[in-house]
């Protein structure tokens, strides 16, 4: 059997969903979850279930609009489920999926590390802004 020629690699690699190729769909989906609200959200959820106002509440400094784009976002990729009980004010609750946890242990590693080396990268800040 030949080799397979630069175009047929490529093809095989978008088929397996390489990040590098331009017009691979993880693009979106790393998109969105490099987002700083993303993390957030899944590390609150983590705790379980919980509305709108309690995870704005937890998570210092969301406006409502971006919590709302945030959630819905998760929402279409199937990493969370959104559960409205007809009551009187309606109730809408949030639950990561197990997609949503997975998701979740991966990401509260980099939200850990972000604490843990925070004094680090300020120092680190500090030294360039007196080199510029």
Not at 21 to 38: E, F, G, N
Not at 71 to 78: P, Q
Not at 111 to 126: C, H, T, V
Request: net charge positive.
């Amino acid at each position: 059997m030949p080799a397979p020629n630069a175009s047929q690699r490529r093809r095989e690699r978008k088929i397996a969903y390489d990040a590098f190729m331009a017009t691979c769909p993880s693009r979106q989906l790393l998109d969105t979850i490099t987002d700083k609200w993303v993390c957030l959200v899944l590390n609150a959820l983590s705790r379980g279930s919980m509305r709108h106002g309690e995870l704005a509440r937890i998570i210092a400094g969301v406006s409502q609009k971006m919590l709302t784009q945030t959630l819905r976002a998760l929402e279409r990729d199937g990493l969370l489920t959104r559960v409205v009980t007809p009551t009187v004010p309606l109730r809408v609750d949030y639950a990561l999926t197990p997609l949503g946890m997975d998701l979740e242990r991966q990401m509260s590693h980099l939200k850990q590390w972000a604490e843990m080396n925070m004094d680090a990268i300020l120092a680190a800040r500090r030294r360039h802004a007196r080199t510029q």
